[in-house]
């Protein structure tokens, strides 16, 4: 049996941050399922909750008042380093959450949406009913689309994007041509192995390493075989 208490790998503690798993089998599906939740901060928690729930349509679920000893939390876990900060979580859809964070306003200085490991936006799937009812709701609240709608994927995955007002990049991306009962989602942007080889190629020339990521690509067949994201 297991020992479910030990890591995955044998690298020494304090080897690296991320040590390379061992004998690691395929996985062809994923081990996660979804987002539960995505955190944002912002300085100004009326108006972004205004944003969520009433522009974007998603019902908010909890609230609360964080406690003290903020500064401990923040070395263990990565919260906020206030104490006593609003925190609320909305309904994204496909049982996933988004948490916000009001920080203290001049307590912390706006992101780099740009920079190494910073977020750099949020994407949301929506039917092509709710793709276009969104783009409605987005201009009747003065909201400015910044980008699109434009095809991101072929033949007929579209995106906008826009801000919203802690200026996070939001993204809502459909499949025109798709089935609204059923988004299939990772169908929709699976490549063929063939296509994935090639482009895992532009990365590395470790053939190993390019037939370990293969072999754990899903097995289910590509919605859109061939497809590519465009360049830029």
Same mark, same amino acid.
């Given at each position: ?6 890591? /995955?790998?044998? +690298?020494p503690?304090? +080897? ?14 994923? $081990? /996660? ?9 912002? @300085?100004?928690?009326?108006?972004? $909750?205004?944003?969520y729930v ?28 206030f ?22 306003? +001049?307590?912390a ?17 929506a ?48 499949d ?13 942007? /699976?490549m ?13 020339? @470790? ?15 590509? /919605? ?9």
């Open positions: 049996m297991n020992d479910l208490s030990r890591p /995955l790998d044998s +690298s503690v304090g +080897s690296s941050p991320h040590p390379r798993a061992i004998n690691e089998l395929p996985v062809r599906a994923p $081990l /996660l399922r979804g987002i539960h939740h995505l955190a944002i901060n912002t @300085d100004d928690m009326r108006t972004t $909750l205004d944003f009433r522009i974007l349509g998603m019902p908010l679920l909890h609230g609360l008042i964080t406690g003290v000893g903020a500064a401990a939390r923040a070395v263990a876990r990565g919260n906020p380093p104490d006593q900060i609003p925190h609320y979580f909305v309904d994204m859809g496909g049982d996933s959450t988004l948490a916000i964070f009001e920080f203290p306003q +001049s307590k200085p706006k992101a780099d949406r740009n920079s190494v490991a910073g977020m750099q936006h949020i994407s949301f799937a039917t092509p009913a709710r793709f276009v009812e969104m783009q409605e709701r987005l201009k009747r609240n003065g909201v400015e689309i910044m980008f699109g709608p434009k095809v991101v994927l072929p033949p007929n995955i579209q995106s906008i994007y826009f801000f919203d007002p802690n200026g996070i990049r939001l993204e809502i991306s459909a025109m041509s798709g089935d609204a009962a059923d988004l299939k989602v990772v169908e929709s942007v /699976l063929d192995r063939a296509t994935m080889r090639r482009e895992l190629g532009k990365i590395s020339d @470790d053939s190993a390493w390019i037939d370990l990521m293969l072999a754990n690509m899903s097995e289910r067949p590509p /919605l859109y075989p061939g497809a590519k994201m465009p360049a830029g």
